[in-house]
């Protein structure tokens, strides 16, 4: 009786998460056809509905229960997304066959049939598991359709179709089939894990202004004041930001990769080498990216990943019955702040593997990729404060 209580009301807050959100959806979409949005509303309350409930625990134990008894329904629930963005992107006139688009649904079904090929009960962290993940993660940053998939498909959306349909089937994949433990995909009200979320974010925003002071180019002056006009635009654009960016980064980044590696680690009882390699290499291509981009400034990306690497360090060897979980933090902190060499500034770098830290550590004490993902919408809501775009 209490796990049915549990998934009522795990169904019942996915249902009020996404009316709330569907009214905002409404409200800043009001401008377009009446015919678009009564086409673009299923599809979002679908996918916004799953998002809130699919990593439910009750939801996600009753999942499992059913594809254990018939291992051939393991592929219906990815099957359905590929029918989801398949049909979105045909009521809307383009072709989801074109090029190597086609190939799509072999790669949405990878994870699911990859974890169904050896024994799905729970089970140590194989390195096949991290091999699934960077098959299914590394496509998931170029895939194309020829047309972005914009929920609605014109206008202020939040997030997009594919972007659903990818977080969806890590979330299942290894989730529901991996039945990897901790992922921490549902949303959840918790005072203390919105404290910690809170003075994360304003530890890092304290350390961005003290190094933005240092440095000189911390932005004191011309902005407007705050106004009430500006609200429903900032209320907006951190959806977006929550949705189309900062939950996807922080499923694949901390619920998934941080959270399987200190497992990893954890059950290898060697953290010390993992802590010796994981510098090692972190060392090399922070240099290296250090080169590359601007070699004048090589030491900000090094300095911070001997700084992170050694705090990682000295917390692992105080602990006394659990070694990992930092070490873990530190190279998915140094990798984060690497693949942001694209911004083209050294700094930024540096700044995205702090950030790195505090959404990891945000997760490792909430267990949940939402609060995570909470700290690194504020954190980017944040950057009108600095002028960090002008970094060099």
Excluded: C
């Excluded at 679908?46 to 393991?74: H, K, M, W």
Aim: glycine fraction near 8%.
């Amino acid at each position: 009786m209490k796990k049915t209580t549990g998934y009522a009301g795990e169904i019942r807050t996915g249902v009020l998460l996404t009316a709330a959100f569907f009214a905002l959806f409404l409200y800043f979409n009001g401008q377009l056809p009446p015919a678009e949005l009564l086409l673009a509303s299923p599809y979002f309350i679908v996918l916004y509905f799953l998002t809130f409930t699919l990593g439910q625990p009750g939801i996600s134990e009753r999942l499992e229960r059913r594809v254990d008894t018939g291992l051939e329904r393991a592929v219906v629930f990815p099957v359905l997304l590929i029918i989801v963005l398949y049909s979105y992107l045909g009521f809307h006139g383009h072709s989801p066959f074109k090029g190597s688009a086609a190939l799509f649904p072999f790669y949405l079904l990878f994870p699911v049939l990859g974890f169904l090929a050896y024994k799905r009960d729970p089970q140590p962290i194989k390195w096949t598991d991290f091999a699934i993940y960077f098959l299914f993660l590394i496509p998931a940053t170029s895939i194309s359709f020829g047309v972005k998939t914009h929920l609605p498909f014109n206008g202020a959306g939040f997030s997009n179709v594919l972007r659903f349909v990818l977080i969806l089937t890590a979330v299942y994949g290894f989730g529901t089939i991996r039945k990897l433990p901790d992922i921490g995909f549902f949303p959840t009200f918790n005072w203390r894990y919105l404290k910690t979320a809170v003075w994360v974010w304003l530890a890092f925003i304290a350390l961005t202004a003290l190094i933005a002071y240092v440095s000189g180019f911390l932005k004191t002056s011309g902005y407007e004041p705050l106004s009430m006009a500006l609200i429903p635009l900032a209320v907006g654009e951190m959806v977006r930001i929550f949705f189309g960016t900062a939950l996807f980064e922080e499923l694949f980044l901390r619920g998934i990769l941080q959270n399987m590696l200190a497992r990893k680690i954890t059950e290898s009882g060697v953290w010390r080498t993992y802590w010796k390699w994981g510098f090692a290499v972190f060392l090399l291509l922070s240099l290296l990216t250090g080169y590359l981009m601007h070699a004048a400034l090589l030491w900000v990306p090094v300095l911070i990943t001997v700084l992170l690497f050694l705090a990682a360090y000295w917390i692992e060897k105080k602990s006394i019955d659990l070694h990992g979980p930092y070490t873990s933090l530190a190279i998915t902190s140094i990798f984060f702040g690497l693949v942001h060499f694209h911004a083209g500034s050294l700094v930024f770098v540096g700044l995205a593997s702090i950030a790195g830290w505090g959404y990891g550590y945000t997760y490792m004490k909430t267990k949940n990729v939402f609060y995570a993902a909470l700290v690194h919408t504020l954190v980017n809501s944040s950057e009108f404060l600095f002028n960090l775009e002008t970094l060099k």
